[in-house]
Every structure is written in C-alpha cells, then in structure tokens.
Nanobody, 120 residues
C-alpha cells in the first residue's frame, strides 16, 4: 500500500512561518491529488489546501495568501509553506494522497498528523 509521513510541525510565534512536508512511500503506481487537512479537538477535520498532479491548487479561504502548497512528483512529496501564522492555525495537520498502489484500488491515504502550535 502507501504510507505517508509528515514532518515540520512545531511551536511558532504569531506571525512566524513553518514548512510542512509529507513523503509518500510504498508500492506506488501513481498519485493524483495530494493535500493537507487540519483538525482541532472536538471539531471536524477541515480542508487546508490541495494540489493535483498537474499543479492546480485549491485553498481554504482562511489560509489564502498566507499558505502555499507545492509538490515534487518525482519524490512523491507534498509541501505546505505556512506564513503569517495565527493563533487559529493551531491544529494537527494531516497529509493525504489519492493514490494507486500495486494490487489495490485507487483510494485516499492519510498520514498520522503533525502538530502545529501558534503561541506567544
């Protein structure tokens, strides 16, 4: 199947920046969409940003102009550059990939999440 591993989370002050990475590995045939969701305790997991294999992007209104999603198709890796971070960006950030693996139907795969905390 496909495994996703996120990295780059941590503690940052308001106005600061972080860069998240998510690398996919396994018996991958292809990856279509990749992206990031985030979740705070007691709430649903919300879309942050997505990117297609062709590079088309989509962002939640709350992060437009501050976050940038990108990917390296050769490395099966997606990135999220987060600038001008706000308190309300604090959450666990989850990476996902719509991928096809040998012997499996195309489906969404999820990482385990990385904590981002914005605090002074």
């Amino acid at each position: 199947q496909v495994q996703l591993v996120e990295s780059g989370g941590g503690l940052v002050q308001p106005g600061g920046a972080l860069r998240l990475s998510c690398a996919a590995s396994g018996s991958i045939i292809s990856i279509n969409d990749m992206g990031w969701y985030r979740q705070v305790p007691g709430k649903e997991r919300d879309l942050v940003a997505t990117i297609t294999s062709g590079g088309s992007t989509n962002y939640a209104d709350s992060v437009k102009g501050r976050f940038t999603i990108s990917r390296d198709n050769a490395k099966f890796t997606v990135y999220l550059q987060m600038n001008s971070l706000k308190f309300e960006d604090t959450a666990v950030y989850y990476c996902y990939a719509l991928a096809t693996a040998f012997g499996y139907a195309t489906r969404n795969y999820w990482g385990r999440g990385t904590q981002v905390t914005v605090s002074s």
